[in-house]
């Protein structure tokens, strides 16, 4: 069984999952070159991947497992998985934000993010229009240099926020990493899968 996890911040709150769930990379994740870690678990390998690239690797089967946040599930566009399991972890918040409320009538409200898929169905379904304006990072920037009215972006502290004069205005979505997994790999591998997901529900409670 192949596991993808998404690098950073959920690979490292992952790894303790994992590991009481008895898988446990053979080398450190952060420091081997290697893209596919072997595990204690003979059967099982991790490949650490950007975040975005989890679900194709799910979809398409390169991967029978992924572990992502629902940011990034919200955002794909295929549903070539399951999600049975939040795990509970890296939780946050997806928000709508800006330095207050603009008042414009003359243009389209633009908004920045990284989440243009999930920006345009939310204002979509409160019949507001707006521009989206894609970014890649650093959201925050956007509304001080007068590139977007609003920003959509995760929310942890707030401290990123406050620290750039932002205030949250709306709550989007609660976020968590997920469990996904291959629908054709849940029938072939179901003893597997089941087992690994009934080791991770009974530590995430
Ligand atoms: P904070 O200052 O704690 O509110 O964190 C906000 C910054 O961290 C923003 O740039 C977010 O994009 C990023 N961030 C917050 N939570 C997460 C998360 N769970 N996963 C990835 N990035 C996050």
Redesign the pocket.
């Known amino acids: 069984m192949v596991i993808a996890v998404s690098k ?3 690979l490292q709150e992952a790894l303790p999952l994992l590991a009481i769930a008895g898988i446990v990379p053979h080398e450190d994740p952060d420091e081997s070159r290697k893209l596919i870690l072997e595990t204690s678990d003979g059967k099982t390998k991790l490949v650490v991947i950007r975040a975005a690239d989890v679900p194709t690797f799910v979809e398409y089967g390169a991967a029978d497992v992924g572990i992502a ?1 629902k940011d990034v599930l919200l955002e794909y566009e295929g549903d070539g998985f399951y999600e049975p399991l939040d795990l509970k972890i ?3 918040r997806l928000v709508l934000a800006g330095r207050g409320q603009v008042e414009n009538d003359s243009r389209r409200l633009r908004v920045a993010t990284k989440y243009a898929t999930t920006t345009r169905r939310y204002f979509a379904q409160k019949g507001v229009q707006i521009e989206v304006v894609k970014l890649y990072g650093s ?2 920037l956007a509304p001080l240099v007068g590139l977007a009215d609003y920003i959509v ?9 406050k620290a750039n004069g932002l205030v949250m205005m709306e709550h989007i979505a609660d ?1 968590s990493s997920r469990l996904i997994v291959n629908k054709a790999s849940m029938k072939i591998k179901h003893n597997q899968i089941t087992d690994l997901i009934g080791r991770l529900a009974a530590v995430t409670g």
Not at 153 to 161: I, R, S
């Open positions: 950073g911040r959920i946040g890296a939780a946050c959201m925050e972006d995760l929310v942890d502290t707030g401290n990123t926020l976020i």
